[in-house]
């Protein structure tokens, strides 16, 4: 017998013990990784309803509309999930300059040298900033 | 001030309550994602150190050498870090015809079709089985 988790055509997230499952977000038209951040069911579902990506906040324990205050939403062309269904990969149209909250086109613009032990220094790499966070934002 | 963790140079991983990063990996030349896992501090320094894929296993518990099973290990050719020092990436050289255990390429290997509300019915894409995992993976 195939695992239906696996081999099944059955949509059965496995959320974990906080209800979330992982979404990679990658750029539909260059592959260019964006970001990695997290959906629970409610997210999930109004991605899957909408075709607009809504994630949850760990940190603010909030479901949140990608670009609800910059305005940069992501568009989802594809979504994708994976063998075990702990999870999702959406590829998006991403709205404006970039998906980072720092100001940045993608989360990852720091390189990890490796083979190297101890303390490790990150090197810059697609590094500029696409937009002013501070006026994007709103400030509380 | 800017924040140390965004803007400075230290790798200084963010590890979950399980002492954990997400690791997003893909094929250095296609820039296909292939597989999403977990890192504990072991895992990320063995990584660095060879430029050799290791993972912690969440179901099994147990550091993992990727591919010490199937022989299908990934050599690492970058690895950056997300903003929030959460995630990593690594953009890998696939040893062998595929990273999923369950004989694919790729594990994402089913589309979540979109705007549609209730019971999801996934789609099969990119879905071919490239080996055995039957004749790759011991049988305990």
Known sequence: ????????????????????????????KSGEL?????????????TVESGEAWYFSRSRKALWKKGESSGHTQRVIEMRVD???????IKVEQNGPGACHTGRRSCFYRVVPLNQT???????????????????????
């Open 83 to 89: 063998c075990d269904q702990d999870t999702v990969w």
């Open 34 to 46: 964006l970001m990695v951040a997290h959906m629970n069911a409610e997210a999930l579902r109004r």
């Open 118 to 140: 101890g303390a490790i220094a990150l090197q810059f790499r697609d590094a500029e900033k696409t937009f002013d966070p501070n006026a994007v934002y709103d400030k509380k």
């Open 1 to 28: 017998m195939s695992d239906p988790i696996e081999e099944g055509l059955l949509l059965a997230p496995k959320f974990d013990a906080d209800g979330l499952v992982t979404c990679v977000a990658t750029d539909a």
